[in-house]
Structure formats: C-alpha cells, structure tokens
C-alpha cells in the first residue's frame, strides 16, 4: 500500500475515498455479478453516494442529490 498519508486541506470523504482503491471494488462487484444489470449507478458509484449520505447525515434522497450537487466543485475529482 504506497498511498499517500499527507491529507491536509481535503475533505474527509476525499480522504477516505483516497484509500479505497477504486479497480478492486470493481473487480469485486465484476466477480460477484453485482453489477450485471446496472446502466448508471455502479457499484463505486453507490459506495461514493452512500458515505457521502453517512458524513453528511442526511436523511432522504433528494438531500443527497441536493447536497451532492451543491458541493461539486469539491466532487468533480471522484468521477
């Protein structure tokens, strides 16, 4: 694991997303058919919108939507 430990000025959900590698959760889902019948919402994609719903405590969807794209200045970099 050679990931990068320095962290200052990033948001902790960043922080956190930095240290799951994003090709072996995909890998995983690919080997278990998890993603078989999915057109936009991946796997990571769930894992990335449901820790950002844990950090941000939010409690319906439409907080999450409205939440997620208020700060996608500071997600554009998690794809």
Do not use: W
Request: hydrophobic letters at 35%; aromatic letters at 12%; charged letters at 20%.
């Amino acid at each position: 694991m050679s990931k990068s430990t320095f962290f200052t000025g990033q948001p902790v959900l960043n922080q956190l997303l930095g240290l799951i590698d994003r090709n072996n959760v995909r890998s995983l889902a690919r080997r278990g058919d998890h993603d078989l019948y999915y057109r936009y919402f991946d796997t990571y994609t769930h894992l990335v919108t449901m820790l950002y719903c844990v950090f941000n405590r939010c409690t319906s969807s439409r907080e999450v939507i409205s939440g997620m794209k208020a700060s996608l200045h500071k997600l554009h970099h998690i794809g």
